[in-house]
């Protein structure tokens, strides 16, 4: 998730906590909307772009492609896998939100 990705869920986060307290807050005002659903699924399609440059860069080393660093690939090895660790993360702990709402009594 880019940094900007991040800054976006935190500024669609901040005017939904205003828009819920009744407030209303200037910095939210100029935040651009966001569809939830279309961010996550955006943050899931360049986590797979970048599962798929390992794999194809680890290939290509593999094959002994000389223009291919062993450094480079497994920097983006790490990559990918950190960025799919964080994403699983967030989908545990979305799932836990889910779970204690759905548990809360009305």
């Known amino acids: 998730m880019s ?23 200037a910095d939210t005002a100029g935040a651009p909307t966001t569809d939830f659903a279309s ?6 399609d360049n986590i ?8 194809s860069l680890s290939a290509a080393y593999e094959a002994g492609d000389k ?5 480079k690939v497994m920097l ?4 990918a ?3 799919f660790r964080a994403m699983t993360e967030v989908r545990n702990k ?3 939100a889910y779970s204690q709402v759905m548990n ?3």
């Open 3 to 25: 940094s900007m990705q991040i800054q976006q869920v935190l500024a669609e986060m901040r005017a939904l906590q205003a828009r819920a307290a009744g407030t209303s807050d």
């Open 39 to 44: 961010l996550l699924k955006s943050s899931a």
């Open 48 to 55: 797979a772009t970048l599962q798929n440059q390992a794999t």
């Open 67 to 71: 223009s291919v660093d062993l450094s």
């Open 76 to 79: 983006e090895v790490q990559k």
């Open 81 to 83: 896998g950190l960025a």
């Open 94 to 96: 979305l799932l836990d």
């Open 104 to 106: 809360m009594s009305v």
